[in-house]
């Protein structure tokens, strides 16, 4: 059958071609794609061409289809798996497969297997790992954005503590501790105080750090510190551009203990920096943003880590329970991945956001396959809605749920485009 598809030739070249999928073989599964958000990381990838490690070396000839945070519909099932699915059913994935340590990966690697595209081939490889996994929400957004909020999931899940004289690590974050997240108001950053706030480590305090006091308000309003006070977490965002000495400024929030916790969510020194300054007692940090820089470096303080027994540490991507995780809370809606969400478009928008995401103001840019659409800004519904009854309509429905992407949405763009969605419950 024929799909169609964003491909990446080389380095800022991608293309929105349409072209024919081979037959499945019997260890292979053929899908539907409805949804796919974009990520920085693909941004990366195309920067780098075939020189990214992920990219093949033939992709001037054999194009690979971008986009790895993606969800649809099983199609049609090879005699393999057909014990464990069948056509209809909902999906989330993995892109993270670690198949017999190849660092091969849908969105990177693979001719007929990725999310931007309206139907793609799920190998034999990733299959076999686990990757495709059924999604029972009510909303492929929530499936899309599944794979980001594993990341920060799995960042807090390899955390780690220590006992004095005891070589036994305590995975996890500190419970009942201090956790910051600094630069934490774009998209994985509230995705990451999101879990936060509802996770069985129970942080009594989440600071969330940014210098951008538009970024700050809209976090405060779609991950309040009046919702965290409800599962018992105290929430604060502080601007530490405003403070005359951030160092002191950030302890002084805590009494003077320091961070049980640090995730860094930006990619930029000073802001590693400060966050190990502010570690406390046998606190750990992750560097959890990816630089395209490979000699990104940073100071750290050695003698804490030497006598105060701190700790420092990098994670990339999220495991498959962890996933499982990501997917439960968002299916049972305790977790609104939706805080990420700041555009909405087509297939057809794809390629163009992708090579500017660094210009683009906001969060995360959520692509729907089956239809083109200019990438929007949900904030822009509005004024477009004063000469198009359907943004309208569209703009009402999203500030009916505190300017936030939701399923109601979702199912009326669907219908706009006439979209049908070929699933079972």
Not at 169 to 177: N, Q, S, V, Y
Not at 197 to 222: F, G, L, Q, S
Request: with cysteine; aromatic share 10%; hydrophobic share 35%.
């Amino acid at each position: 059958m024929k799909t169609k598809a964003v491909r990446m030739y080389g380095k800022m070249d991608l293309r929105l071609e349409e072209f024919e999928l081979p037959e499945i073989k019997d260890d292979e599964i053929l899908a539907k794609i409805y949804s796919d958000s974009l990520c920085m990381s693909t941004y990366k990838l195309a920067l780098q061409g075939k020189e990214h490690k992920r990219a093949p070396q033939n992709i001037d000839t054999h194009p690979v289809i971008t986009g790895h945070e993606f969800a649809g519909v099983i199609v049609k099932v090879g005699k393999k798996w057909q014990d464990q699915f069948k056509p209809g059913m909902r999906f989330a994935q993995q892109p993270a497969l670690n198949y017999k340590g190849s660092m091969a990966s849908p969105g990177y690697s693979y001719e007929y297997f990725g999310g931007d595209c309206t139907y793609c081939i799920f190998p034999h490889e990733a299959m076999e790992v686990g990757a495709l996994m059924p999604f029972h929400g009510d909303s492929f957004y929530k499936a899309s954005l599944g794979e980001p909020l594993s990341c920060s999931i799995g960042a807090m899940h390899a955390q780690y503590h220590t006992k004095q004289g005891v070589y036994h690590h305590e995975m996890g974050l500190k419970r009942g501790g201090n956790l910051i997240i600094m630069g934490g108001c774009g998209p994985m950053g509230l995705g990451a105080v999101s879990y936060g706030v509802v996770c069985d480590y129970h942080p009594k305090r989440i600071v969330v750090t940014d210098v951008n006091d538009e970024k700050i308000k809209r976090a405060e309003e779609v991950v309040s510190p009046a919702w965290a006070k409800e599962h018992g977490v105290e929430l604060m965002y502080v601007n530490t551009a405003a403070m005359d000495d951030p160092k002191q400024g950030l302890m002084d929030l805590t009494d003077g203990h320091g961070y049980d916790d640090v995730l860094i969510y930006v990619p930029i020194p000073a802001v590693a920096e400060l966050g190990n300054q502010v570690l406390a007692y046998d606190g750990c940090m992750s560097f959890f943003s990816g630089p395209s820089n490979k000699d990104f470096r940073a100071k750290v303080n050695l003698y804490d880590c030497h006598y105060n027994a701190t700790h420092i540490m990098g994670t990339t991507g999220g495991n498959n329970d962890d996933l499982i995780e990501a997917n439960q809370l968002a299916a049972d809606d305790i977790i609104d991945p939706a805080v990420m969400v700041t555009h909405v478009g087509g297939i057809d928008s794809i390629a163009e956001a992708t090579k500017n995401l660094p210009n683009l103001p906001g969060g995360k840019k959520l692509a729907y396959t089956q239809f083109n659409m200019p990438m929007t800004a949900i904030e822009d519904f509005g004024k477009l809605g004063e000469t198009d009854p359907f943004f309208k309509e569209l703009d009402a429905c999203c500030k009916a749920h505190n300017g936030l992407w939701n399923a109601e949405a979702e199912k009326m763009i669907f219908e706009h485009f006439g979209v049908t969605v070929d699933a079972i419950d």
